[in-house]
């Protein structure tokens, strides 16, 4: 019974991994730029809403709005003013220009903030539900149920909305979207403030988990890639599957294993996938 | 490609080496300046066996420091446990790390994992064998393999115990050495070979080129040659953590240098070194001067982004037509 209870637990914080790793499939499977910032952004997120917790009292929920927000126009302010122009660039160009950035983004919350982890205190942090013999914390749950929210209006953007619909087109053949007279630029913009707004909500959500401190960026941003990569970069329901699996299995790694074991777990699940299957579980070549 | 053009180029190569072997001679040289400068040999020596992967053939390795972990612990630990000296221990690194090299790169392209996919499987084995190392109590897990040190009155070249200098002429000879290689492969018949695998890999393919074999090459040759600078960092060092020999910075720091310096050209990986190590210098003594966290770092990433956003092909391509000086390709 202990093991679904942490199975469940695993599930609700892999809702907000899945989340956050949407935003780096929907920018791969658009633009084909690998956002090596994206555990950055998040936590650049994270930052903005432990702020407006502090000098407005707002909770991270009532937070998220607007810090989606900010995110979705930095990330087109991005991508439109400077990213666009190395669309086209080999691999190790990009990597190198994101990891700058990424850089510069943690070095900047290091000045701002300091090295010391930053928390949000909430009045319901140890309340909890008993669904028959489960357990489950108030705050995953708000957390999942954040994320899932957060998933499904992205999936009814994508099928129901003009721009979606265009992104799609200039995912599928970037000429053919240029032809039709598509603004592929612009597109681009936007794919990239979503991918952005992502994080900015999971960035959200996931305050209501764990402390925040510059340096966990990067940890977030392998995570992020190792959940794409599970599921399938540029798949969306992939991205999902890719973020609960991981959640399960780190938190079954940290109950039976050591806990500091718990990545490799993740790692050696990443290698298997990428020979096995390298389009990902649910991804298409 | 004349010989007048190249003259200039030979000229101020044979001074700057002149003044690098003639180092001690500087009124201003002291330990400090050394450990720099042997930071930047390292930097310089990592970058060149780097290129040959990603710069020569063309695949983009972001898990470089996998190999420079295994040549550190492999010699460090063999002479920890059982005193073997330092040379033999660095062939046994190399071999060790030249294998994990082969067995990834054999992996990855048997299962045709190319590209980005690559890249991020050389990163997921770098991360996984750090955490198998930071659990692994035979060379000290996370707390560390320390190294015996001995005071000697003189440099002991032979057991690898002595001075910076000592370590910034070994690097020097072995930056050399790299440099030399570099050059002799890329004008035989495997560096044609891994340049047209870089440029088009399906037409290498057609013009019967076995692809599968000379890319697996390119990586085992890049990791031993990584894994015998990593032996010789961890004689420098003394001291072995899984979280620095193996950290994912560590890759992205070797990778740094040649793209900022130029990939796939000689001289790419020394001046790249050596305007990363200049940059860091300036950055530290702005960045502590201010006593502000983070200020060192927001001024690298700066600088970094600057020079990848404005010289994408990097600062040796740029300063060569600069200067008209060398040849397009080198």
């Not at chain 2, 010699?75 to 090299?101: C, D, E, I, K, R």
């Not at chain 2, 050389?122 to 040190?149: C, Q």
């Not at chain 2, 050059?183 to 080129?209: F, T």
Request: proline residues 3%; aromatic residues 12%; charged residues 10%.
């Amino acid at each position: 019974m202990i093991y679904l209870n942490v199975i469940v637990a695993g599930l609700l914080t892999g809702a907000v991994y899945g989340l956050m790793a949407l935003g780096l499939s929907v920018i791969f499977g658009v633009i084909r730029i690998v956002n090596f910032a994206h555990g950055e952004m998040m936590v650049l997120a994270m930052y903005g809403a432990v702020v407006l917790n502090r000098w407005a009292g707002l909770d991270p929920l009532a937070a998220l709005p607007l810090v989606t927000l900010a995110l979705f126009i930095a990330g087109y302010a991005l991508q439109r003013g400077f990213l666009n122009r190395y669309i086209a660039r080999p691999d190790h160009e990009q990597f190198l220009l994101l990891l700058a950035l990424a850089t510069v983004l943690t070095a900047s919350l290091l000045i701002a903030f300091g090295p010391d982890a930053r928390s949000v205190s909430l009045s319901y942090a140890y309340d909890s539900y008993e669904v028959g013999a489960l357990l489950l914390d108030k705050v995953r749950v708000l957390a999942a149920g954040g994320a899932v929210a957060g998933a499904a209006a992205l999936w009814a953007f994508f099928r129901f909305s003009r721009t979606g619909k265009a992104i799609r087109a200039c995912a599928d053949n970037q000429t053919g979207a240029q032809v039709v007279g598509l603004d592929v630029r612009r597109l681009y913009a936007v794919t990239f403030g979503i991918g952005a707004a992502c994080v900015g909500a999971a960035g959200c959500l996931l305050l209501l988990l764990i402390d925040v401190e510059p340096y966990i960026a990067a940890d977030y941003t392998l995570l992020a890639f190792i959940i794409v990569i599970l599921g399938g970069l540029g798949s969306m329901p992939g991205a999902l599957l890719g973020g609960l699996l991981v959640g399960v299995a780190e938190a079954l790694a940290g109950f039976v294993l050591e806990p500091s074991l718990k990545s490799a777990f993740s790692f050696a699940l990443l290698i298997l996938v990428l020979l096995a299957r390298p389009q990902g579980l649910l991804g298409r070549r | 490609m004349t010989a007048a053009r190249q003259r200039p180029l030979a000229v101020v190569s044979v001074l700057l080496l002149l003044a690098a072997l003639a180092l001690p001679l500087f009124p201003f040289v002291d330990n400090y300046v050394v450990s720099v400068l042997v930071v930047a040999l390292f930097a310089a020596y990592f970058g060149q066996a780097w290129n040959i992967v990603t710069g020569f053939a063309g695949q983009l390795s972001l898990g470089h420091a996998l190999y420079v972990g295994l040549g550190a612990y492999v010699a460090g630990a063999l002479f920890f446990h059982w005193g073997v000296p330092p040379w033999l221990g660095m062939l046994a690194g190399m071999a060790s790390a030249a294998s994990a090299g082969a067995l990834i790169a054999a992996l990855s392209f048997r299962f045709r994992v190319g590209g980005v996919y690559f890249a991020l499987l050389t990163i997921a084995f770098a991360e996984f064998t750090r955490i198998l190392f930071d659990h692994f109590p035979w060379v000290g897990a996370t707390s560390g393999l320390y190294l015996p040190v001995s005071n000697l009155a003189h440099d002991d070249l032979l057991r690898l115990r002595g001075s910076p200098l000592m370590f910034y002429y070994v690097l020097l000879a072995m930056t050399l050495g790299g440099l030399a290689l570099s050059r002799h492969l890329l004008g035989r018949r495997i560096g044609y070979y891994w340049q047209a695998i870089r440029e088009d890999e399906e037409a290498a393919q057609a013009l019967g080129i076995d692809v599968f074999r000379y890319k697996v090459w390119a990586m085992a040759l890049s990791a031993g040659m990584t894994a015998i600078g990593g032996a010789l960092l961890a004689f420098y060092d003394n001291v072995l953590f899984p979280d620095t020999a193996f950290a994912i910075g560590r890759s992205v720091e070797i990778i740094t240098a040649p793209i900022i310096g130029g990939l796939g050209t000689l001289a790419g990986p020394l001046v790249g070194a050596v305007a990363l190590t200049v940059l860091g210098e300036v950055t530290t003594r702005l960045g502590s001067g201010l006593a502000i966290d983070g200020l060192k770092q927001w001024l690298f990433g700066a600088a970094l982004l600057l020079v990848v956003a404005l010289q994408p092909a990097g600062l040796w391509p740029w300063l060569r037509s600069r200067l008209g000086i060398g040849n397009d390709r080198r």
